[in-house]
């Protein structure tokens, strides 16, 4: 590293000091803002059963990963320490059985008109959301490994588009 530089250079959330601090988005343009973040959920060929037909003793499982995804992402704010509150316009949460590997697929889609993208709610629904499914699963699979957790894109705010490259 150059000696010129501090070691958090490029990272927003310190300061010049090294201090963790929010970052200040006031001086931000307001746009409409999309994030997409996507996961997996890996188990037993039988857990995937289950899922499929519906008759987890617990319920619905995608239902209430759905849901849990939804709330999850409306309290960003409240588990990450330095991220903005949001007023979300969109949160959606869709699941793709993938029979072929035995997993669920989950993608998020958030929408919001602010100053600050929502990559992190993507994220937290997408996180939130295979927990449930583990959660409700694990008495009969406890091996479940959550697996791929990353952004797909985002769009709005001064830096534009970006989309992730294959992995």
């Known amino acids: 590293m150059?000696?010129?530089?501090?070691?958090?250079?490029?990272?927003t959330h310190f300061d010049a000091h090294g201090q963790a601090h929010m970052v200040d988005v006031g001086g931000k343009s307001t746009t409409h803002r999309i994030a997409v973040a996507e996961g997996r959920i890996v188990m037993q060929p039988a857990t995937l059963a289950i899922i499929q037909s519906g008759t987890a003793k617990k319920g619905d499982v995608l239902g209430i990963a759905r849901v849990a995804g939804i709330m999850a992402a409306k309290q960003t704010s409240n588990l990450i320490p330095l991220c903005h509150p949001l007023a979300l316009t969109r949160v959606a949460v869709e699941f793709e059985l993938l029979p072929e590997t035995h997993a669920v697929r989950c993608t998020a889609t958030?929408?919001?008109?602010?100053?600050?993208?929502?990559?992190m709610e993507a994220l937290t629904a997408v996180q939130i959301s295979l927990l449930?499914?583990?959660?409700?699963?694990?008495?009969?699979?406890?091996?479940?490994?959550?697996?791929?957790?990353r952004v797909l894109e985002k769009r709005g705010?001064?830096?534009g588009s970006w989309t992730a490259g294959p992995v």
Do not use: F, R, W
């Open 2 to 11: 150059n000696p010129d530089q501090h070691p958090n250079q490029g990272l």
């Open 110 to 119: 958030l929408e919001t008109h602010g100053q600050t993208g929502v990559e």
């Open 132 to 149: 449930t499914i583990y959660d409700m699963c694990k008495a009969v699979d406890k091996g479940m490994v959550m697996e791929g957790v």
């Open 157 to 159: 705010g001064k830096s």
